[in-house]
């Protein structure tokens, strides 16, 4: 039987939910292919999110958020949906990780942070007023199979991006 291409989770913008959030996106990964260092970034940009939800959106509220999780081909995609106060993503400034530390703001990378894990990182908002950050991951692929000249030969097509 195959794993399936979309999973979804319910909860509440509070800050005790982050572990099990965290377990879900670590089993959907895994069920969805991601390496575990893949897994690990994907995780990381949803905790990231989802804490700005619980501190922004809600504004340390409660409210419904809504995960989904869905592989498209190659890709690992996350929707986080809220019902907070809509984000701007444009308003946040980009931040210099260049500068000293004692030169920086606190706080400010989370969306710096979601943007390097992840492949592609879009707000929407739809008219129902659910605000939703999707993110996408592409699975870095490097598919083998056996020749057909010698069996102690494998053939390996590389897929997307080598690190």
């Known amino acids: 039987m195959s794993a399936p291409d979309r999973y979804t989770l ?25 390496t575990e260092q893949e897994a690990y970034y994907a995780q990381m940009a949803v905790d990231e999110a989802v804490t700005n939800v619980i501190e922004h ?12 999780v869905e592989r498209r081909g190659d890709n690992f995609c996350v929707t986080i949906r809220n019902q907070g106060d809509p984000f701007d993503p444009t308003s946040v400034p980009e931040p210099n990780v260049d500068a000293p530390l004692d030169e920086r703001e606190p706080g400010g990378l989370g969306l710096f942070f979601m943007r390097r894990l992840m492949d592609d990182v879009t707000f929407r908002f739809d008219p129902d007023g659910w605000n939703e950050v999707v993110m996408t991951r592409r699975r870095r692929v490097i598919a083998s199979a056996a020749s057909r000249y010698a069996a102690d030969v494998m053939v390996v097509s590389p897929r997307g991006r080598l690190d």
């Open 57 to 68: 959106a809600y504004r340390g509220g409660e409210g419904p958020i809504e995960i989904i």
């Open 10 to 34: 319910k909860t509440t913008s509070r800050p005790e939910n982050l572990a099990s959030i965290a377990e879900f996106i670590s089993n959907a990964a895994a069920d969805c292919g991601l």
